[in-house]
């Protein structure tokens, strides 16, 4: 079966790093996604990796490796408003996205 | 970026009445509409993809009579909820890809729309 995983939870403090680990296991393999949502709203794009390796953007890197079925979002130098859910999904074969729970990241001062 | 809105952003309503929740993409056309619900602390429930000019696809579990879904031109898709009961109540999100140049795999989000059925 398709299957995202990801930890329900992590705790960082302001202007530290964090990184979120996510893997999968999909029928087929199109692309990996980030994204981020603030309670009560929708998601909001962060990332999108389709080759292996890292990209940065901004505070916000995103990392894949195909051969293992993982990926991490790396956030750093931490803000209050990066408190959210972070969200990991794939999309299969069929171009379809499968999600992941989500990682509620709550940043303390 | 590729812009899509959704209308109402929250609405009430009484058990029993239908709910028409729209989805525009204001700045690209697309074929392929999504619509999800999520519950508090959940992620996302992908209920049916909508495609433009055919049938919607329903997810294993959704009742198509009961969220009824148009995808009548490249740029508008809506959701209707049918006789809607406080258990319908939620947080209901569409997305869209651009099917033209555009497309990149991204998907853009609506704001979403929560329904509270009382």
């Known amino acids: 079966g398709q299957n995202i995983d990801q930890p329900t939870e992590m705790t960082a403090t302001e202007g530290a790093i964090v990184q979120i680990n996510c893997t999968y296991q999909?029928?087929?393999?199109?692309?990996l996604f980030w994204y981020q949502q603030h309670a009560g709203e929708a998601p909001t794009f962060l990332s999108y990796?389709?080759l292996d390796g890292l990209e940065e953007k901004g505070r916000f890197s995103s990392f894949l490796s195909r051969s293992k079925g993982y990926s991490y979002l790396l956030l750093k130098e931490l803000q209050m408003k990066d408190s959210a859910s972070y969200l990991c999904?794939?999309?299969?074969?069929?171009?379809?996205?499968?999600w992941g729970a989500g990682t509620k990241l709550i940043i303390k001062p | 970026g590729a812009v899509v809105s959704q209308h109402p952003s929250r609405v009430i309503c009484k058990s029993g009445t239908s709910v028409k929740i729209e989805c525009r993409s204001l700045?690209?056309?697309?074929?392929?509409m999504f619509w999800y619900r999520q519950f508090p602390k959940k992620s996302l429930m992908l209920m049916a993809t909508?495609?433009?000019?055919?049938?919607?696809?329903?997810e294993q579990g959704v009742e198509k009579d009961k969220f009824l879904i148009n995808h009548a031109s490249l740029t508008l898709s809506t959701l209707t909820v049918t006789s809607a009961h406080p258990e319908d109540s939620s947080f209901y999100i569409c997305?869209?890809?651009?099917?033209?140049?555009?497309?990149?795999?991204?998907?853009?989000f609506g704001e979403g729309s929560r329904l509270t059925v009382l």
């Open positions: 700045d690209f056309q697309a074929t392929t």
């Open positions: 990796n389709v």
């Open positions: 999904a794939c999309m299969d074969s069929n171009y379809q996205l499968i």
């Open positions: 997305s869209a890809r651009d099917s033209g140049q555009g497309d990149t795999g991204e998907l853009f």
């Open positions: 909508s495609n433009e000019g055919s049938k919607a696809t329903y």
């Open positions: 999909t029928s087929g393999f199109n692309g």
